[in-house]
């Protein structure tokens, strides 16, 4: 048996600094405004703090790169229209600390390897472009002009433009991401991957499918007045902190809200609205009017169950309960799909794989029967799983069965992660984007693009682990963090003969690195950006299509960082000189402007662009579904048969999730804490309901090792986790993202949409030989079994 194991970067350890407190019931509220501005001063100054949060999502002001929840229209935004974590965020960016030249000459590249993230984080920001040269251990500095050319050499030396990719992380402007794609494309390869790879892409999957669009049709005004919002999947409270003022809104207006969690959040139970003074004094607003406790894993079974119900309904009362018209008019595929979920239904298989009784889904199906407008909400919990595309597909079809789609207070709002993921994907970011988008771009810059589909995320380590692809080139991320099997994927990023990172913070990314490699600093989406054609700002697309400017306010943290669109533009030129005269790459440097106005040729939606940009709020992208118009080859919207499958662990097994805490942004941890879990001074613990301890032999704050079983046989180990008893759903168990990546096979994908099945790992917990005994006197707290908030 092969193995593979790895403990993490710096050989973390769990160590006896780990207290645990019971988990909390509600969110936000003063503490929240208090750990923001704790962990803000901890970065930089009152002043710079005040200046940050003053310009947090206003007009003008930049847009928080917390999360891509959408703001409320200019004149409806409060003052403090941004949450603790954006703040947080916010921060870390701004902060007054610096990495430097000597820096990186007391710190050899193995040395950094062997630091934490969080420590690598803490270091500050970048100030200097820098290499590390083959069979030189230490970064070195080195002028924009060489690092750039030696770039460029290394991309024109490749047999193939196809042995180089260019990799995304949802944090760059609309701007920056053409002018990338743009750039790759003129050198011919459609080798894009993004982090949507490993996050929305089974939605985008599952809805280009079935309705014509990758994207949700929800506006916030849908999530306020909605009858009944399903949020399933997802941890609001921590990672779409505004949207519980949405959802506390929408129960103001009397709807109600279901939660799907195999975890009882914290948002989901109970929200103290810090910007109003009945959230600072009052008791909140319960947010989940029924908690589902479902399995990891379970939720196909739970919407075909639901499905399943409002067809019987349907029969039971011909006529009253499916949207008839609408199905008739706007769909196919009805008859098709309602027969296969007859056919194949089955009672105890749902209860099986949900945990979920009938009764509870049942009165789920009343609530649904008893509401006009009804959305879906989810994030992760659906996507990572190997059946994540079909539980979206059945989501559609659930909602299309009573009209819920493409009208107002209803429809799929898939809740995205970074600021500018979804605006990523409009400009092109993807590694098979269709040829209407790619004809557009030939013609705009009289040029052929290449035709042939390029490497996703998964892709890329397979061919960068098999020397098929040579230089990697990542705009903002950390791909050797965000990945899974973290340790195929750091031998195959060090088989690179060169990578290089456009960045603005310190990662492992820039310690585990190729033969050659660049670090690459630019400014944040908080610094004022100064151009030849004078003072710039950058546009994003929210998670609901409403695009907009954003202006940094605070001057750039060193005076040798460059704009994202200044380092592609002059590498572009370095690397393919006029081979595409029409695009004039130092125009796109010195206004980007004038960048917009070639995407307002290519990008439909995005006609005048700067005009409309410049009005307050900024503008919706057109949602065909909306206007009552499906995109499908046959323009209607399709019912989809979906084949039952759930998630299973042999005995003495647990289904392992991968998530986030309340105190990390990805792959970043800003502390060790996870306030809302009630876990104090460690991030390696693992969640496991009480009685599956009991059943495995295992006590609280017990030291194990969790060891990775899938069909490849390499055992793959996250070793020194401690035992956290914690009301997860029987069989099922949860621990933090980026230390379990090396759990995650590489090869263990979503099907379609090649996600990489990040809340679906099957592992043992095997105890530590270290007695855990005086660690667990350390712990206090009990959790309540299975109990729900
Ligand atoms: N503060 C902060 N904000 C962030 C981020 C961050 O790291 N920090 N990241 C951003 C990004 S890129 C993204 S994509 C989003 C992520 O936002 P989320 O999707 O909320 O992130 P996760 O922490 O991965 O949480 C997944 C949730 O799904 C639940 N879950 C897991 N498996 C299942 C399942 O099988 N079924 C159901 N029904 N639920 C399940 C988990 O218990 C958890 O509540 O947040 C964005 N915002
Ligand atoms: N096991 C497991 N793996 C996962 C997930 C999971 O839930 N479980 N979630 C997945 C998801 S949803 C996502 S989105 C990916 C995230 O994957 P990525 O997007 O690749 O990772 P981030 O941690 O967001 O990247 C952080 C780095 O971005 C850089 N950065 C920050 N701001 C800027 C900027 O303005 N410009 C530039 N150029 N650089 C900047 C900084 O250097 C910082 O260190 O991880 C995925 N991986
Ligand atoms: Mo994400």
Not at 103 to 113: C, G, K, M, Q
Not at 176 to 203: I, K, W, Y
Not at 245 to 251: D, G, N, V, W, Y
Not at 314 to 332: D, M, N, R, S, W
Request: contains cysteine.
């Amino acid at each position: 048996m092969q193995k593979s194991s790895s403990d993490g970067p710096g050989g973390e350890r769990s160590d006896d600094r780990l207290e645990v407190t019971p988990p909390k019931t509600w969110a936000a509220g003063v503490p929240a405004v208090y750990h923001a501005m704790e962990y803000s001063l901890s970065q930089t100054s009152p002043r710079r703090t005040g200046l940050t949060l003053l310009n947090l999502n206003q007009e003008p002001g930049f847009d928080c790169p917390g999360c891509a929840w959408p703001d409320p229209a200019p004149g409806k935004r409060p003052m403090n229209e941004y949450c603790e974590n954006g703040a947080k965020h916010t921060n870390d960016e701004a902060t007054s600390r610096r990495v430097t030249p000597e820096f990186f000459a007391r710190h050899s590249v193995d040395e950094l390897a062997a630091k934490s993230d969080r420590w690598l984080n803490q270091q500050g920001r970048l100030t200097r472009p820098m290499v590390k040269r083959p069979g030189s251990r230490h970064y070195e500095p080195i002028s924009w002009s060489s690092a750039l050319e030696l770039l460029a050499d290394e991309l024109r030396g490749l047999d193939s433009p196809d042995e180089a990719v260019f990799y995304t992380s949802g944090r760059a402007s609309n701007e920056a991401a053409f002018v990338l794609q743009l750039f790759a494309r003129a050198f011919g390869t459609n080798n894009l991957p993004d982090c949507s790879n490993m996050c929305h892409e089974s939605s985008g999957s599952a809805l280009n499918e079935t309705l014509g669009i990758g994207k949700g049709d929800v506006s916030l005004p849908d999530i306020h007045h909605a009858d009944l919002i399903l949020t399933v999947g997802q941890n609001p409270g921590t990672n779409h902190p505004r949207m519980l003022s949405a959802l506390e809104e929408t129960k103001r207006r009397g709807g109600r809200i279901v939660a799907v969690n195999p975890l009882p959040e914290a948002g989901l139970a109970r929200f103290k609205n810090p910007q109003k003074p009945r959230g600072v004094v009052g008791r909140g607003t319960q947010i989940a009017d029924r908690f589902l406790h479902i399995k990891v894993g379970g939720d196909l079974a739970l919407f075909q169950a639901l499905n399943m119900l409002l067809l019987e309904a349907e029969e039971a009362a011909p006529g009253t309960v499916l949207a008839h018209e609408f199905i008739g008019t706007h769909t196919k595929g009805f008859e098709e799909f309602a027969e296969h979920l007859r056919a194949s239904f089955s009672w105890p298989r749902v209860e099986e794989a949900t945990g979920l009784t009938r009764a509870q889904i049942e009165e789920v199906r009343d609530m649904v029967l008893e509401s006009r407008r009804v959305i879906v909400c989810w994030a992760m919990g659906i996507t990572q799983h190997k059946h994540g595309v079909p539980t979206i597909r059945e989501m559609v079809n659930f909602l299309l069965l009573r009209g819920n789609i493409g009208r107002p207070g209803a429809g799929a709002c898939p809740v995205r992660g970074h600021s500018n993921v979804q605006g990523d994907r409009t400009m092109g970011i993807w590694e098979r984007m269709p040829d209407s988008f790619l004809d557009a771009l030939g013609r705009e810059f009289d040029f052929e693009p290449p035709r042939e589909h390029g490497l996703d995320s998964v892709n890329a380590i397979r061919a960068m682990r098999d020397g098929k692809v040579k230089v990697f080139l990542g705009l903002a991320g950390n791909f050797v963090r965000a990945t899974p099997d973290s340790e195929v994927t750091e031998a195959a990023m060090r088989r690179c003969r060169l990578t290089a990172h456009i960045s603005t913070k310190l990662n492992r990314s820039h310690a585990v690195c190729g033969e050659t490699a660049l670090i690459l600093p630019t400014l944040g989406r908080t610094e004022r950006d100064v151009q030849a054609g004078g003072e710039q700002f950058v546009t994003v697309e929210d998670s609901m299509s409403q695009v907009h400017a954003s202006r940094g306010v605070l001057e750039p943290a060193s005076k040798q960082l460059l704009s994202e669109v200044a380092i592609l533009s002059r590498l572009a030129r370095a690397t393919l000189g006029d081979k595409v005269p029409a695009a004039r790459w130092e125009r796109f440097e010195a206004d980007y402007g004038c960048v917009r106005d070639h995407i307002s040729r290519v990008v439909p939606g995005f006609e005048d662009f700067n005009t409309r940009v410049s009005r307050p709020g900024g503008f919706g992208l057109p949602n065909p579904v909306n206007e009552g118009r499906f995109p499908t080859p046959s323009g209607k919207a399709l019912f989809s048969r979906n084949e039952f499958e759930a998630l299973s662990a042999p005995e003495g097994h647990l289904i392992l999730q991968t998530l986030r805490s309340h105190d990390q942004w990805n792959t970043v941890p800003y502390t060790d804490n996870d306030r809302y879990r009630g876990i104090h001074g460690s991030r390696r613990v693992v969640f496991v309901n009480p009685a599956d301890l009991r059943a495995l032999g295992l006590a609280e704050g017990a030291a194990v090792d969790l060891v990775g079983v899938w069909r490849d046989g390499v055992e793959r180990r996250a070793e020194d986790f401690r035992v956290v008893p914690y009301p997860t759903s029987r069989g099922c168990a949860a621990a933090y993202y980026p230390e379990t990546n090396v759990l995650v096979p590489l090869d263990s994908v979503a099907d379609i949409s090649n996600t990489p099945t990040s809340k679906g790992v099957v592992v043992r917990l095997e105890p530590r030989e270290r007695a855990a005994a005086a660690g667990a006197e350390a712990l206090t707290g009990a959790v309540a079994e299975g109990g729900a908030a």
